[in-house]
């Protein structure tokens, strides 16, 4: 089945920088989302884009289907940005589940 | 409900003991997931319904445990003789239909269960 890898694992930005988060899929993908988990567990849907490019306020997000990966653009980070950012694929080949990424966990610092 | 609800939000029980948790899907949503994540992972699919289809199973780690949708809506997932290694987050989602998987998931936010 699919395989979805994150990079990086680990991320420790100060307030006001900008950064970008990769996921890598190993198959053509039928859906792919980005989610935010907060510190409270709660998994936040962030952007549902297997093509493309969109943008909600500071964050934006391409995914480029033909060569398997997307991108996270988290700009003029904050605090409240702290958390785990997961991407997630369903591939061509299997029905309806998720493979989710092992996730990068993001520190802002004040 | 606006989302997707969970319950309960936190469920302790001892080893050995049988657990229920529930999962009741965005209004008008018919397929729902069960995923699980464990302490510091990924989330890990359980399980998964759509409509009147046969659910894909692939995910149930073992035959304690299983799941039930009925009348297309509120889902239980059932855990037997729970065992330590059970305990985690169990997240469910649910999507408008997933034919082809082009439907975004909506994810509640979870029954964290601690088996002692």
């Known amino acids: 089945g699919i395989q979805v890898e994150q990079s990086p694992p680990d991320l420790i930005l100060q307030e006001g920088a900008n950064s970008t988060l990769r996921c890598n899929f190993s198959d053509s993908v039928n859906n792919l989302q980005w989610f935010h988990q907060n510190p409270w567990g709660q998994l936040i849907n962030l952007f549902y884009?297997?093509?493309g490019t969109k943008q909600n306020g500071r964050l934006s997000a391409t995914t480029v289907a033909t060569e398997r990966y997307s991108l996270l653009y988290i700009s003029s980070s904050q605090t409240t940005d702290s958390g785990v950012y997961f991407c997630?694929?369903?591939?061509?080949?299997?029905?309806?589940?998720?493979?989710f990424g092992q996730g990068t966990t993001l520190q802002v610092k004040p | 409900g606006a989302g997707v609800s969970q319950s309960p939000s936190n469920k302790v029980t001892e080893k050995g003991k049988d657990v229920e948790l529930r999962c009741d899907p965005i209004?008008?949503?018919?397929?729902l997931y069960w995923y699980r994540q464990s302490l510091g992972q990924g989330l890990e699919f359980l399980i998964y319904f759509q409509g009147n289809s046969a659910p894909d199973k692939s995910g149930l780690p073992s035959d304690r445990f299983s799941a039930e949708r009925t009348g297309g809506s509120v889902s239980t997932l059932t855990i037997q003789r729970t065992q330590q290694e059970d305990s985690a987050v169990y997240l469910c989602?649910?999507?408008?239909?997933?034919?082809?998987?082009?439907?975004?998931?909506?994810f509640g936010d979870g029954t964290r269960l601690s088996i002692l």
């Open positions: 989602a649910s999507s408008l239909r997933s034919g082809s998987g082009n439907q975004p998931q909506h």
């Open positions: 997630a694929a369903h591939g061509s080949s299997n029905t309806g589940k998720l493979i």
């Open positions: 884009i297997p093509s």
């Open positions: 209004s008008g949503h018919t397929a």
